[in-house]
């Protein structure tokens, strides 16, 4: 079973000053060798940004109405700040060159900071501060602020994590259908067969000592749109349930063996827990920041399903691509989303030729959660209702 999840990991206390003219994306800080090591910055975006750290933009390049200045405001998203300065904010990496012997993660930034658009030049670049005085070769003067408590408590997220955290639990592909072979909920006290918040059910299976669980029902195969084959397998999610004793097996008066099921507290359920639900491990939580970028190579896939079985889907709703980390998919690609064309009839030949009419992009996708051959996407801007079968690409 593979799982991955998202939820930010806090990082190392700050320490350190901000440094003049380092570029827009953090504070200056010491983090530990440790943190440093494991910081969400890719490949690409470090080559992008080290490309990039003396170029920046062209002009055109530029959102029409980019402000000179902005204030980052709690709430604001890395996604949001670089739609106010970028046609396309998943370009990000090319307008905030980084200086990267000082800058470390990309990802620091926090309500109260200064982002000005240096003009200069025949290029623009953001920076961290304000302009001092006029023109286009002001100094910036910048103020170091003391912070306590743990880096990553207050920094902007990349997208609103809001909307993705409740499927980072929920939302799981099986490689194949080993919750046949998972422990399973077998009973419930006073012989109940549904059983909810803050109640007792009893299980069977191998717990391994481990204290929380996700609840499951039965799997369905996630069939590739263009070819059928089976992706992987979606379970349906019903809850989460805590270890609360092991289970034994004991000798009868007539010394025959008897079983004695191991006992969970149901914590949450989305709905009532059931005999013959299975159980799986909740995967250890994630903390570190990612950013939206678009695929280095290109991608071309379909819309599996929309998550929760709908029939169509709009704005901030959740759907399964037919593309995984085999594919090259990664955690944070941005995605163009096209609607199928329609199959309709010239009208004007009287012949009545059937044509099929070319896609149209209708929105962007942000991936958040990969797994070997599926991943699921948020949709982030949509102009029509999103069907499985629908087309994604890399952005243009």
Do not use: C
Not at 38 to 49: C, D, E, F, G, H
Not at 169 to 194: C, I, K, M, Q, S
Not at 243 to 259: C, E, L, N, S, W
């Amino acid at each position: 079973m593979i799982r991955r999840s998202l939820r930010p990991r806090p990082a190392g206390p700050l320490a350190g000053a901000v440094r003049v003219g380092a570029g827009l994306l953090a504070l200056a800080a010491a983090a530990t060798a440790t943190a440093q090591a494991t910081l969400p910055v890719t490949p690409a975006q470090r080559s992008t940004a080290q490309q990039v750290a003396q170029q920046g933009v062209p002009f055109e390049e530029l959102a029409p109405d980019a402000p000179d200045s902005y204030t980052v405001k709690s709430g604001d998203t890395l996604w949001r700040i670089s739609g106010l300065f970028l046609r396309k904010p998943w370009r990000w990496p090319e307008l905030w060159g980084m200086n990267l012997a000082d800058i470390r993660n990309p990802h620091l930034i926090y309500p109260g900071q200064v982002l000005w658009l240096d003009r200069s030049g025949d290029r623009a670049r953001l920076r961290l501060g304000q302009p001092v005085g006029g023109g286009s070769n002001a100094t910036v003067k910048l103020s170091p602020r003391v912070r306590s408590g743990p880096v990553g408590n207050d920094a902007i997220s990349s997208v609103p994590l809001h909307l993705i955290a409740p499927f980072l639990n929920e939302a799981v592909v099986f490689n194949t259908d080993e919750l046949g072979g998972a422990p399973r909920v077998v009973a419930a006290p006073e012989g109940r067969v549904l059983m909810s918040r803050g109640e007792l059910a009893y299980v069977r299976g191998d717990l391994g000592g481990l204290r929380d669980w996700r609840l499951f029902r039965e799997t369905k195969p996630l069939r590739d749109p263009e070819t059928q084959e089976v992706l992987g397998h979606e379970a349906r999610f019903v809850g989460t349930a805590e270890f609360v004793r092991p289970g034994d097996t004991v000798a009868t008066a007539d010394g025959k063996a008897q079983v004695v099921p191991a006992t969970v507290r149901i914590i949450s359920n989305r709905e009532e827990v059931g005999i013959g639900d299975r159980l799986a491990p909740v995967p250890s939580r994630d903390f570190s920041s990612y950013a939206p970028h678009a695929p280095a190579n290109p991608v071309n896939g379909r819309i599996i399903a929309i998550y929760g079985d709908a029939l169509s889907a709009g704005q901030n709703q959740i759907v399964s691509l037919n593309r995984g980390s085999a594919d090259g998919m990664e955690r944070g690609h941005v995605l163009s989303l096209w609607q199928r064309g329609a199959t309709t009839v010239d009208r004007s030949d009287p012949d009545r030729a059937v044509m099929q009419l070319p896609d149209e992009r209708n929105g962007l996708l942000f991936v958040f959660s990969v797994f070997d051959r599926v991943s699921y996407a948020l949709i982030l801007q949509v102009q029509a209702p999103v069907r499985a079968g629908d087309r994604f690409t890399q952005p243009d």
